[in-house]
T-cell receptor, first 112, second 107 residues
Framework: KAGVTQTPRYLIKTRGQQVTLSCSPI?????VSWYQQTPGQGLQFLFE???????NKGNFPGRFSGRQFSNSRSEMNVSTLELGDSALYLC???????????FGPGTRLTVL | KNEVEQSPQNLTAQEGEFITINCSYS?????LHWLQQHPGGGIVSLFM???GKKKHGRLIATINIQEKHSSLHITASHPRDSAVYIC?????????FGAGTRLTVKP
């Protein structure tokens, strides 16, 4: 079975731009979660999706949004990028919410 | 004070040593995860626990719900175990993470 894939793997943007990151879960997994990792804050929870519905959202501003499609693929969007949004964005999938998660390789976003 | 505290922050061991990493949390949880992150960023979920003890190969994870404490043990440590180990807890509506323990195992 293919693992969790994330695209793109690396991205450079400038302040004020917006970005969309994509995550394809393991086949059959219906739950997708997103995380942000920075040297200063460590890992932080962004969203959890299940069956196209956002179940939970972490403490992030409204500039961070996401969605899940009927095939369980998920996207997250960050609008009006700030320098502090530079981070590794990780996606993880599981069969159902709160099951063991399988992480993708991450998308490293740099905001200049 | 962080809701999820790990100790130690850094740990250096000689190959073959028995290693213990601790995690204490201050919130109610539905499950606790131990994650392993290698240089380059890839994260692997090692264990998910809600009670008791789990074992996988040389790795053992325990949790004491009453004391709000979990430990990750590595027996017969090996240089390939060198990584950052992260404790994470599901608390109602989100996941909270410890700062991680950086383990270096020297040959």
């Amino acid at each position: 079975k293919a693992g969790v894939t994330q695209t793109p793997r690396y991205l450079i943007k400038t302040r004020g731009q917006q970005v969309t990151l994509s995550c394809s879960p393991i086949s059959g997994h219906r739950s997708v979660s997103w995380y942000q990792q920075t040297p200063g804050q460590g890992l932080q929870f962004l969203f959890e999706y299940f069956s196209e519905t956002q179940r939970n959202k972490g403490n992030f501003p409204g500039r961070f949004s996401g969605r899940q499609f009927s095939n369980s693929r998920s996207e997250m969007n960050v609008s009006t990028l700030e320098l502090g949004d530079s981070a590794l964005y990780l996606c993880a999938s599981s069969l159902n919410p709160r099951d063991t998660q399988y992480f993708g390789p991450g998308t490293r976003l740099t905001v200049l | 004070k962080n809701e999820v505290e790990q100790s130690p922050q850094n740990l250096t061991a000689q190959e073959g040593e028995f290693i213990t990493i601790n995690c204490s949390y201050s919130v109610g949880i539905s499950a606790l995860h131990w994650l392993q992150q290698h240089p380059g960023g890839g994260i692997v979920s090692l264990f998910m626990l809600s009670s008791g003890k789990k074992k996988h190969g040389r790795l053992i994870a325990t949790i004491n719900i009453q004391e709000k404490h979990s430990s990750l043990h590595i027996t017969a440590s090996h240089p390939r175990d060198s990584a950052v180990y992260i404790c994470a807890v599901w608390n109602n509506n989100d996941m909270r993470f410890g700062a991680g323990t950086r383990l270096t195992v020297k040959p």
